[in-house]
Protein backbone atom coordinates (compact mmCIF):
# COMPACT_ATOMS: atom_id res chain seq x y z
CA UNK A 1 0.00 0.00 0.00
CA UNK A 2 1.30 3.44 -0.88
CA UNK A 3 0.12 6.54 1.10
CA UNK A 4 -0.48 9.66 -1.39
CA UNK A 5 1.33 13.21 0.67
CA UNK A 6 -1.14 15.09 2.26
CA UNK A 7 -3.58 12.64 1.90
CA UNK A 8 -6.35 12.65 4.73
CA UNK A 9 -4.31 9.04 5.40
CA UNK A 10 -1.09 10.64 5.25
CA UNK A 11 -2.88 13.23 8.22
CA UNK A 12 -3.63 10.55 10.28
CA UNK A 13 -0.53 8.32 10.30
CA UNK A 14 -0.81 5.60 7.84
CA UNK A 15 1.85 4.18 6.56
CA UNK A 16 2.53 2.04 3.93
CA UNK A 17 2.65 -1.59 5.29
CA UNK A 18 -0.17 -0.64 7.93
CA UNK A 19 -3.25 -2.62 7.82
CA UNK A 20 -6.82 -1.39 7.79
CA UNK A 21 -8.99 -4.43 9.52
CA UNK A 22 -12.23 -2.04 10.10
CA UNK A 23 -13.99 0.74 8.84
CA UNK A 24 -17.24 1.95 11.03
CA UNK A 25 -17.14 -1.26 12.88
CA UNK A 26 -17.56 -3.09 9.94
CA UNK A 27 -14.84 -5.97 9.20
CA UNK A 28 -12.59 -5.21 6.25
CA UNK A 29 -11.82 -8.37 4.56
CA UNK A 30 -10.53 -7.26 1.07
CA UNK A 31 -10.06 -4.23 -0.46
CA UNK A 32 -13.08 -4.52 -2.40
CA UNK A 33 -14.87 -4.06 1.01
CA UNK A 34 -13.21 -0.47 1.26
CA UNK A 35 -15.55 1.71 -1.68
CA UNK A 36 -18.59 0.42 0.40
CA UNK A 37 -17.29 0.84 3.97
CA UNK A 38 -16.14 4.89 2.70
CA UNK A 39 -19.02 5.46 0.42
CA UNK A 40 -20.23 8.47 0.81
CA UNK A 41 -19.10 9.08 4.31
CA UNK A 42 -18.02 13.02 5.76
CA UNK A 43 -16.12 11.35 8.22
CA UNK A 44 -14.74 7.43 8.69
CA UNK A 45 -13.45 5.58 11.74
CA UNK A 46 -10.13 3.06 10.30
CA UNK A 47 -8.95 0.84 12.92
CA UNK A 48 -5.12 -0.12 11.45
CA UNK A 49 -3.22 -2.46 12.22
CA UNK A 50 0.77 -1.17 12.62
CA UNK A 51 2.78 -4.07 11.05
CA UNK A 52 5.89 -2.01 12.83
CA UNK A 53 4.68 -2.76 16.45
CA UNK A 54 1.78 -5.35 16.14
CA UNK A 55 -0.42 -2.87 17.70
CA UNK A 56 -4.01 -1.81 16.90
CA UNK A 57 -4.70 1.79 16.24
CA UNK A 58 -8.01 3.68 16.10
CA UNK A 59 -8.18 6.71 13.61
CA UNK A 60 -11.15 9.10 12.39
CA UNK A 61 -10.18 10.34 8.78
CA UNK A 62 -12.69 12.47 6.81
CA UNK A 63 -12.07 11.77 3.48
CA UNK A 64 -11.66 13.89 0.73
CA UNK A 65 -14.06 13.27 -2.33
CA UNK A 66 -14.46 9.40 -1.07
CA UNK A 67 -11.42 8.92 -1.05
CA UNK A 68 -8.40 7.97 1.59
CA UNK A 69 -5.35 8.79 -0.55
CA UNK A 70 -4.12 5.31 -0.62
CA UNK A 71 -2.96 2.56 -3.58
CA UNK A 72 -3.24 -0.88 -3.10
CA UNK A 73 0.17 -1.70 -5.47
CA UNK A 74 0.76 -5.45 -6.48
CA UNK A 75 4.04 -7.04 -5.82
CA UNK A 76 5.48 -9.64 -7.32
CA UNK A 77 5.73 -13.30 -6.22
CA UNK A 78 9.19 -14.45 -6.69
CA UNK A 79 8.61 -18.05 -9.23
CA UNK A 80 8.54 -20.96 -7.17
CA UNK A 81 9.78 -24.27 -9.40
CA UNK A 82 8.66 -27.07 -8.54
CA UNK A 83 10.03 -30.72 -9.37
CA UNK A 84 8.35 -32.90 -11.22
CA UNK A 85 6.09 -35.76 -9.17
CA UNK A 86 7.79 -39.03 -9.61
CA UNK A 87 5.69 -41.79 -9.89
CA UNK A 88 6.42 -44.26 -6.06
CA UNK A 89 4.13 -46.51 -6.93
CA UNK A 90 4.68 -50.08 -8.11
CA UNK A 91 2.19 -51.88 -10.50
Do not use: C, W
Request: glycine letters at 10%; hydrophobic letters at 35%; aromatic letters at 2%.
Amino acid sequence: MTVAAGSPAQRVGLEPGDVIVGINNQPVRTIDDLPSLIGGNSRVTLLIRDVRTGKYNQSDVSPSHGRLGIRFVMTTVPEVVIPPLTNTRKP
